[in-house]
């Protein structure tokens, strides 16, 4: 069985004063295998950030509403549904079973506590770890992570690391007691372009080496392309597309999933060729009940598209699912010759 | 952390500076001038001019500037026009008092004000937050003299239950070491005239509380708001800490900062009131004595005390910013 | 199935979406000013405090000066005459009738309110106007010029206000205009601070340098790009301070240095003449304190909703 099995999630925001509500995510659902990367890719205002939370449960109490299911395996092989436990018993998870990685690292520390506390703090919560002992896992956890001088640097502050030592330091935070989960939520967006690659590159080897299954969120093909076995496409608060990644980037089916690989530029690309934007933006939707919210902005866009939520289905391969009344079946002569190579690794 | 200091203690000096440049302004322009003042306005002009001799007014402004700098920095402040005495002794005899009045109404500010401030973030829309919030706001409404005469008028006069004016009963014979009369039973071991002195500091302390406490509830109330919507409060949770880990360690510790700061900017607030919650409960300290120099425009004492305000108001910020830097690693480096 | 259906049928359906794109920051600000109780009931006490205050002279039943019931009150022997149907609020001290000085006192209030707040706004906003736009676009020269102003700034907020205010007062002698400007004078260098502060946060926004950019002129920049978008705290610090003067002015005549004119009566006034009888007619000092204090919380309920209002933080 799977190691996190995501059923219907939804997420609505109900808003104070009653005010409109909102449903950030709206029937989600996705696996991750132990030890699997799994990318969760869309644009901003998807649902992805929300769906991470909601699966941390750190999104706040009051004025949010959960639906569907999202199970973590337990301890005894026992399915535990994350959505309905206790606050206790979710704290107990949080940071031991699964763990998280943020966007921003300077934000998502502490600016006035040291590094060393803020790595500490959660072996002390989790194993027990007290002191010298503490600190001394401390370090090994910052070496482990590429932090130079690690005795040194647990006792500076945030703002004494550089934007790519403080990603690290988050990262060994997040690993410290060995979780088989984690979840990075865009964990390069706030980096720089080099640095980027050096976070990707940590985090790769820590999937491969501790066998800890990560659910990668971000907007990024290129991060999806390089790291994830699994990928699954959101569009306003849904998953539109689900394939492996090979599949995903030779074949996308889903016309969003196709545009936004059709928006981005290839070195393999003929010269001059231009780049096809994805148009209108997030904004431009129909509810799902009424249809396919992709549809305003959709190329492909008949009337049959509209009528309820389109289904998910298997039109080119088993394990390829598309949520689309139309999809681009690719050999048809559409925008997909190109795509049958080989896909960058 | 010596250089912070030294550098901060160097910049001092043009604004104290200033301060005299325009304090000797304002002695020049004030009517009739020293003389009036010490002679009353029905001086005749010979006798005027003999005093305006005496008093070196007779000089170019640049020596009398001169003058003045240099009696300011001996600390010689000049003769009260009410009693006789040197400023400075008049000073040093009721500082204590103020000290006293002004510490006790700020722990009262800050022991009440913080935690509530704290409690009403909480639970943001629940009674306690929305009493704590038009509490403040009508704490801040609430002209100081008159909450000091309504606390004296019901819970001395008519519920007897505290002193209504002064430091320590008459009839109570307490040994003086310190001038601070609260320690000076400890000190001695009359602890009746401690608890005389306490039971007299209530009423005037918590009036004068009023706006500090006002300020620090709604202000600790807005910073616990934005820290608890702060990533890195996100963050702790996301690691499964204890409740009262995230907020001991990483909520409350950085929603304290501004509200430091704030506890420095609202002194200036406090011996404003002082001048009018000691002169409602004839508390004999530097208030009320300014409040008599008022009355009597004796401008030695009026322009001696706006200098020692001045120079304690930036000196308590100064101590101020240095425990900012203490807790906030960020303002270290710099 | 024509190509217009297709259309119109997915515009009808996307029309039933919420659209996320925002109004204006000033619109946006007025809705949920509209819909802030806070900013509700302070509208509704500065709007009755404003009809007092315009019509109140002309109503007021009894002259606010004449001791017409000189013979009924006997200050020194503590007999007072308490709120009856002649007299709603009573007499004071010397027979006069206190609603009708109350009446009358709230236009005096007012004056001292309006007048010494655009004392402090336009000395404060002047002054910290000129700061700011000299350190934001004024070069080495300009945050030279900067330093040594705000430095000056910074010496004022080191005098307690009720001393400066007292200073201002011993100089130029005991009148309403003296307490005006004594109280303005307080709020001077509080204006100066904030709108400096936003425009220095202004001026280093990306707009500006865009402007700079285009080459447009930098007085033009400022006038015209970071003094709009820097007034939004200007604004409501207006509203507080309102509230403050008022307190403040009635300090002052605490401390003697009010108006002494009887023929003009003023709540702070009122109030510090009352509290010398309070133990014999504490209704006296009640009416100008009650009088006082609500309409210094009208003014703060309502600046404290416009900045909350404003506060781009709290949107959405």
């Known amino acids: 069985m799977p190691l996190l099995s995501v059923d219907e999630l939804t997420v609505t925001f109900t808003g104070a004063h009653g005010r409109r509500t909102n449903r950030a995510v709206d029937g989600v659902s996705f696996q991750v295998d132990q030890g699997q990367v799994v990318g969760l890719v869309g644009e901003s205002g998807c649902g992805k950030s929300v769906t991470s939370l909601a699966l941390m449960g750190l999104l706040p109490s009051k004025g949010v509403e959960l639906g569907g299911r999202a199970d973590l395996e337990g301890e005894a092989g026992k399915p535990q549904n994350l959505l309905t436990m206790s606050r206790s018993k979710l704290r107990d998870l949080r940071g031991r079973k699964m763990a998280m990685i943020f966007q921003d690292p300077l934000s998502s520390l502490n600016p006035v506590i040291p590094i060393g506390v803020q790595v500490t703090e959660i072996l002390e919560r989790h194993r027990g770890l007290k002191g010298e002992a503490a600190r001394k896992r401390a370090a090994e956890l910052l070496d482990?992570?590429?932090?130079?001088?690690?005795?040194?640097?647990?006792?500076?502050?945030?703002?004494?690391?550089?934007?790519?030592?403080?990603?690290?330091?988050?990262?060994?935070?997040?690993?410290?007691?060995?979780?088989?989960?984690?979840?990075?939520?865009?964990?390069?967006?706030?980096?720089?372009?080099?640095?980027?690659?050096?976070?990707?590159?940590?985090?790769?080897e820590l999937v491969d080496q501790e066998g800890t299954a990560l659910l990668m969120i971000t907007h990024d093909l290129g991060v999806v392309a390089g790291l994830c076995d699994q990928v699954n496409v959101l569009y306003a608060g849904r998953v539109v597309e689900s394939a492996a990644r090979r599949e995903l980037f030779a074949h996308p089916s889903h016309p969003y999933a196709n545009g936004l690989l059709g928006s981005i530029p290839r070195l393999d690309a003929p010269r001059g060729e231009p780049l096809t934007p994805v148009r209108g933006s997030i904004n431009d939707r129909i509810a799902w009940a009424d249809g396919c919210a992709f549809a305003p902005r959709c190329d492909r866009y008949e009337l049959d598209c509209l009528g309820g939520a389109p289904g998910l289905r298997e039109p080119r391969a088993a394990g390829h699912q598309v949520r689309c009344v139309h999809p681009v079946l690719h050999g048809n002569g559409e925008t997909d010759d190109l795509r049958t190579e080989e896909v960058p690794a | 952390m010596?250089?912070?200091?030294?550098?901060?203690?160097?910049?001092?000096?043009?604004?104290?500076?200033?301060?005299?440049?325009?304090?000797?302004?304002?002695?020049?322009?004030?009517?009739?001038g020293p003389a009036s003042a010490i002679l009353g306005e029905r001086a005749t002009d010979a006798e005027v001019a003999r005093i305006n001799r005496l008093l070196g007014l007779d000089q170019p402004l640049y020596v009398q500037y001169w003058r003045f700098l240099k009696r300011i920095v001996e600390l010689d402040l000049g003769t009260s026009v009410q009693t006789g005495q040197p400023v400075w002794d008049e000073f040093t005899l009721r500082f204590p008092a103020t000290v006293e009045l002004s510490l006790l109404a700020m722990l009262i500010a800050v022991v009440v004000g913080v935690p509530l401030g704290y409690l009403a973030a909480k639970r943001r829309g629940g009674w306690l937050d929305v009493s704590a919030v038009s509490g403040s706001l009508i704490g801040i409404c609430i002209p100081v003299f008159f909450l000091a005469l309504l606390l004296k008028q019901v819970f001395a006069v008519h519920l007897g239950w505290f002193p209504s004016y002064g430091r320590l009963s008459t009839g109570l014979n307490a040994t003086e070491v310190t001038g601070f009369a609260t320690l000076d039973g400890l000190l001695t071991g009359e602890f009746d005239a401690t608890w005389d002195a306490i039971m007299h500091l209530v009423l005037?302390?918590?009036?004068?509380?009023?706006?500090?406490?006002?300020?620090?509830?709604?202000?600790?109330?807005?910073?616990?708001?934005?820290?608890?919507?702060?990533?890195?409060?996100?963050?702790?949770?996301?690691?499964?800490?204890?409740?009262?880990?995230?907020?001991?360690?990483?909520?409350?510790r950085n929603a304290l900062l501004p509200v430091i700061t704030a506890v420095g900017l609202l002194t200036g607030s406090l011996l404003s009131g002082a001048v009018l919650t000691e002169s409602v409960f004839s508390f004999n300290g530097i208030g009320q004595f300014i409040r008599t120099a008022i009355d009597g425009r004796d401008y030695p004492v009026l322009v001696g005390f706006i200098m020692f305000i001045a120079m304690t108001y930036v000196l308590i910020n100064l101590l101020v910013d240095l425990a900012y830097s203490l807790i906030d690693p960020r303002v270290r480096v710099h | 199935m024509t190509k217009t259906e297709k259309i119109q049928r997915l515009a009808e359906l996307t029309a039933g979406q919420e659209s996320t794109s925002g109004a204006s920051l000033w619109k946006e600000a007025a809705r949920r000013l509209r819909s802030s109780k806070m900013a509700l009931i302070g509208g509704a006490i500065i709007l009755l405090f404003l009809i007092v205050a315009v019509i109140g002279p002309w109503i007021a039943p009894f002259s606010p000066t004449a001791q017409t019931w000189r013979d009924e009150v006997f200050a020194n022997q503590g007999k007072f005459v308490n709120p009856r149907a002649e007299n709603w609020f009573g007499l004071d001290h010397l027979g006069r009738d206190l609603f009708s000085r109350f009446l009358v006192g709230a236009r005096q209030t007012l004056l001292v309110g309006v007048i010494s707040t655009l004392i402090g706004l336009i000395v404060g906003a002047l002054i910290g106007g000129i700061s700011g736009a000299a350190a934001t676009?004024?070069?080495?020269?300009?945050?030279?010029?900067?330093?040594?102003?705000?430095?000056?700034?910074?010496?004022?907020?080191?005098?307690?206000?009720?001393?400066?205010?007292?200073?201002?007062?011993?100089?130029?002698?005991?009148?309403?205009?003296?307490?005006?400007?004594?109280?303005?004078?307080?709020?001077?260098?509080?204006?100066?601070?904030?709108?400096?502060?936003?425009?220095?946060?202004?001026?280093?926004?990306?707009?500006?340098?865009?402007?700079?950019?285009?080459?447009?002129?930098?007085?033009?920049?400022?006038?015209?790009?970071?003094?709009?978008?820097?007034?939004?705290?200007?604004?409501?610090?207006?509203?507080?301070?309102?509230?403050?003067?008022?307190?403040?002015?009635?300090?002052?005549?605490?401390?003697?240095?009010?108006?002494?004119?009887?023929?003009?009566?003023?709540?702070?006034?009122?109030?510090?003449?009352?509290?010398?009888?309070?133990?014999?007619?504490?209704?006296?000092?009640?009416?100008?304190?009650?009088?006082?204090?609500?309409?210094a919380l009208g003014f703060t309920l309502l600046g404290e909703a416009m900045r909350e209002a404003l506060d781009p933080k709290l949107r959405g």
């Open chain 1, 144 to 204: 482990r992570v590429g932090i130079p001088d690690p005795r040194r640097r647990l006792k500076e502050f945030p703002h004494q690391l550089s934007g790519g030592m403080r990603q690290r330091a988050m990262i060994a935070m997040a690993v410290a007691c060995a979780p088989e989960l984690l979840i990075a939520d865009e964990p390069t967006t706030a980096l720089d372009v080099t640095i980027q690659a050096q976070i990707l590159e940590l985090l790769k």
């Open chain 2, 2 to 32: 010596l250089r912070l200091v030294a550098r901060r203690l160097l910049q001092l000096i043009p604004t104290l500076l200033g301060l005299s440049v325009l304090l000797f302004v304002w002695l020049n322009r004030l009517p009739g």
């Open chain 2, 204 to 252: 005037p302390a918590v009036a004068l509380a009023s706006i500090p406490l006002a300020v620090i509830v709604r202000m600790t109330r807005a910073s616990v708001l934005e820290v608890l919507g702060e990533d890195y409060v996100r963050t702790a949770e996301s690691k499964g800490l204890h409740p009262k880990v995230v907020r001991g360690r990483h909520v409350l």
């Open chain 3, 137 to 295: 676009l004024g070069g080495d020269a300009g945050r030279r010029v900067d330093s040594v102003v705000m430095r000056f700034i910074d010496m004022m907020l080191a005098l307690p206000s009720l001393l400066l205010a007292v200073s201002v007062a011993a100089v130029m002698g005991q009148s309403l205009t003296t307490v005006m400007i004594a109280v303005g004078v307080v709020q001077v260098p509080i204006f100066a601070r904030l709108l400096r502060g936003s425009m220095l946060a202004q001026g280093g926004a990306d707009y500006v340098l865009a402007a700079r950019a285009l080459g447009i002129r930098k007085r033009r920049i400022v006038l015209t790009q970071i003094v709009p978008n820097s007034l939004s705290p200007v604004i409501v610090q207006c509203t507080l301070t309102l509230a403050t003067a008022i307190i403040e002015a009635a300090a002052l005549s605490y401390l003697g240095l009010g108006n002494p004119d009887p023929a003009v009566p003023e709540w702070g006034v009122m109030l510090s003449t009352a509290q010398r009888f309070f133990d014999n007619a504490p209704l006296m000092a009640v009416f100008p304190a009650v009088g006082i204090i609500i309409t």
